[in-house]
Antibody, heavy 122, light 106 residues
Framework: EVQLVESGGGLVQPGGSLRLSCAAS????????MNWVRQAPGKGLEWVSY????????YYADSVKGRFTISRDNAKNSLYLQMNSLRAEDTAVYYC???????????????WGQGTMVTVSS | IQLTQSPSSLSASVGDRVTITCRAS??????LAWYQQKPGKAPKLLIY???TLQSGVPSRFSGSGSGTDFTLTISSLQPEDFATYYC?????????FGQGTKVEIK
């Protein structure tokens, strides 16, 4: 079964750090581009970051640039999001999502994890 | 690129034909996807490349458009279709989403 499972969320104080993980299974992880998307409570979806299949190309939303770092370990079939200098407005459910991309002729996020909640509060 | 969905919410009955529009602030060719999200669940891909139905998605869902104007249509609304729908552009970064359209039961 194709699956993404996030972990690492929790309660953190403003200014703190957290590292999210996303474990992939059921597909060739190293062939796919990956993304992080977040959703604040009661709000819409916000794209956070992208990483290419090899990890050589990375993009960030302006709202997290300089504070968040996306990375992947293809040998471990895992995606990561290091979040530093966290703010109250970073409170959200964080999803990892697979992107088919041009290689698979599927420019969309076709597989999503169940999400992990990050709460930034004192 | 900003995406504006309309309406923000709508009430409809089972069997109704429902249309949701998504307008991009600049041309995005056909790099548009539609997702369905139910409360407490992850989004689910319905349509990509503006009009290609994702595998396993019922044929009552359809998408159209290119450039700046796009439409998601549900031909005959079913009870399981009551959810929030989002469009997303994949033409450039940042990969923006529309603000969502909540489809509620009338």
């Amino acid at each position: 079964e194709v699956q993404l499972v996030e972990s690492g969320g929790g309660l953190v104080q403003p200014g703190g750090s957290l590292r999210l993980s996303c474990a992939a299974s059921g597909f060739t992880f190293s062939s796919y581009e990956m993304n992080w998307v977040r959703q604040a409570p009661g709000k819409g979806l916000e794209w956070v970051s992208y990483i290419s299949s090899s990890g050589s190309t990375i993009y960030y939303a302006d709202s997290v640039k300089g504070r968040f770092t996306i990375s992947r370990d293809n040998a471990k079939n895992s995606l990561y999001l290091q979040m530093n200098s966290l703010r109250a407005e970073d409170t959200a459910v964080y999803y990892c999502a697979r992107e088919g991309g041009s290689i698979f002729a599927l420019d969309a996020f076709d597989i999503w994890g169940q999400g992990t909640m990050v709460t930034v509060s004192s | 690129i900003q995406l504006t969905q309309s309406p923000s919410s709508l009430s409809a009955s089972v069997g109704d034909r429902v249309t949701i529009t998504c307008r991009a602030s600049q041309g995005i060719s056909s790099y548009l996807a539609w997702y369905q999200q139910k409360p407490g669940k992850a989004p689910k891909l319905l349509i990509y490349a503006a009009s290609t139905l994702q595998s396993g998605v019922p044929s009552r869902f359809s998408g159209s458009g290119s450039g700046t104007d796009f439409t998601l249509t549900i031909s005959s609304l079913q009870p399981e279709d009551f959810a929030t729908y989002y469009c997303q552009q994949l033409n450039s970064y940042p990969r923006t989403f529309g603000q969502g359209t909540k489809v509620e039961i009338k």
